[in-house]
């Protein structure tokens, strides 16, 4: 099979057949969808031969299944879904891998604005405290209502394998509250959080932007918490792809890869934001008011509709610290939550089957770099202090198992 | 055991299209239906109806939701989205452009849920085909009336008989590559500026 090999001819790009250059790709109206929707419209896509048609969907469900039963080739995805899907978790698993990242940042934590005054009311938080602080408030408060026999808060979030499930878990664990028994995690559909907080049907809940913002600035929430305050390196979205499809497209990928990474780039520029504003503004992509994005993209946040602010450098990251690299810490890292709130059970071979979700070698292969791209090693510190090193991750994942926890698993 | 005896319950927030479907699966001899319109409360729904088909509208971004509820309740046993059969390519499509989605208790055979999906595909086909003649039929009544108004206007204006004033019409939306009724509001809107 091999003897009309020449060894020292370079391979060519394309090594079967015609390959599939015109791609579906699905889509969920965020502001973290911002690369995609940029590749496909501003022509990244079109300079490396591809033509993205991009469709909008309404749930992470769909986008799973249309995924798998090849309605998408590409699909715009919560970080922990390819991982899910390789652990075969949940509904209709199917191999996916994750070959680029579409930036970090973009989600907060926002509880309404009457939970908010209770929590000043009774242990004095301050206007500006920190996102730990009004954790414990929120610990506080809990005990009250428990002790008044008042029924569990209601938080929401996008969907069980998500950031927002982690982060939002992360956050409430780190101020002493039990995400299983101390409250009720619920999911709501991003577009309906904020009028879901103004009914009463949740006390909180978390997601990513403009959906904070979008309650704040109604006057019905209060932001208490970013994804930055909670774990600064932790990737939000990132593309979807069929393996078996992968392998049959080797040049589309790369392409692909190319063409978001330059896209990636454009966004990350502040001198693009208004443009990038108005073009998420559109109703095909987000329909949401170009104001609130502009201000979502430099980080302005309004906490409540009282006129308190507060800037969070780098909320988006689109390109810049390699957060296009999708790196086997941040899927081990996803891995450990997975664990660690029962989701699937430890074991290495499981830790390698998540971190093989995360294709680092078709992003350095596309863009020609070395072959660890990612600035791998120990991420940067979390909420409450601790450090995630994936060469110590048994330890990790065992050291959040206390005896209170080992209980209800 | 027939298939009949499978439990079937259906969301589904277009009442119309719900109660199309419920009567597709009663004539087809299924008995235990269950039908809601909202998913408020589903978690009730399923842990006392145990459904072991789930039939939802693709366009409900609840579905995040729903799994979300199976992963607490359990009381359906690890239900799968839609297909038993992945390498039926067809019917998937089919589905997922009618607007079907479907949860089925893991391993119940495809031969017994196969009718179902096959049914609901078919219903809900044709509920969007009924939505598009009535939408047709509204539009050709709007049509009729603003026509009606621009025969009168010209009638009025320009002292024609009724054949005459619909003659003109008709021959002007033909000169200008238009339709009727567009040319017929042109007319009315421009009495409307000039009157």
Known sequence: ?409 | MSHFDLTILVIDENAVRAAIIEDGLREAGHAHVTVVHTVNGIARVIETTRPDVIIIDIENPNRDMMEHLFQLTRSVSRPIAMFVDRSDSASIEAAVEAGVSAYIVDGLKKERVKPILDMAVIRFNAFSRLQRELADAKSALEDRKVVERAKGILMKLRNLSEEEAYALLRQTAMNEKKKLADIAQSVVTAAGLLM
């Open chain 1, 1 to 409: 099979m091999n003897t009309i090999d020449h060894p020292d001819i370079a391979a060519p790009a394309i090594t079967s057949g015609p390959e599939q250059t015109h791609l579906r790709a699905g889509f969920i109206p965020l502001v973290d969808a911002s690369v995609l929707i940029t590749a496909a419209e501003l022509g990244f896509a079109a300079r490396e031969g591809l033509t993205l048609d991009l469709v909008r969907d309404v749930s992470w469900a769909n986008i799973r299944d249309r995924l798998a039963y090849r309605q998408f080739d590409v699909a715009h995805m919560l970080s922990p879904m390819p991982i899910a899907a390789m652990l075969e978790l949940g509904s209709n698993p199917s191999p996916t891998i994750a070959p680029f990242v579409l930036g970090r940042g973009g989600n907060a934590i926002t509880l309404s604005a009457r939970l908010f005054e209770t929590m000043q009311a009774q242990t004095g938080l301050a206007d500006d405290a920190g996102a730990l602080d009004c954790a414990k408030a929120l610990a506080a408060v809990i005990t009250a209502r428990r002790r008044d026999g008042e029924r569990p808060l209601a938080l929401g979030m996008t969907y069980p394998y998500s950031s927002h499930n982690y982060e939002l878990r992360y956050w409430l664990a780190a101020g002493g509250i039990d995400p299983d028994r101390d409250v009720r995690l619920e999911v709501v559909p991003p577009p309906m959080t904020s009028d879901a907080l103004a009914a009463g049907a949740i006390d909180g809940f978390c997601v990513g932007a403009p959906w904070n913002m979008i309650a704040s600035e109604k006057g019905v929430g209060r932001i208490v918490a970013t994804k930055q305050d909670i774990w600064a390196s932790s990737p939000e979205k990132v593309i979807g792809l069929r393996p078996d499809w992968a392998d049959r497209n080797r040049d589309s990928v790369s392409r692909l890869i190319v063409a978001l990474n330059a896209a990636a780039r454009w966004c990350d520029d502040p001198a693009n934001h208004g443009a990038l504003a108005d073009l998420l503004a559109q109703g095909a992509n987000l329909g949401a008011p170009v104001d609130i994005i502009q201000r979502v993209l430099a980080g302005q946040f309004a906490l409540d509709a009282k006129g308190n602010a507060r800037v969070v450098p780098n909320y988006f990251v689109f390109h810049g610290a390699a957060a296009n690299c999708p790196s086997s810490t941040q899927a081990l890292w996803v891995y450990s939550q997975m664990v660690r709130w029962g989701q699937v059970a430890y074991s290495p071979e499981a830790a390698a089957t998540a971190a093989s979700a995360f294709r680092a070698d078709l992003y350095a292969a596309a863009l020609g770099l070395s072959e660890s791209p990612c600035e791998e090693g120990v991420a940067d510190a979390f909420i409450d202090g601790r450090s995630f090193d994936p060469a110590e991750l048994e330890a990790y994942v065992r050291s959040f198992i206390t005896p209170n926890q080992g209980a209800t698993a």
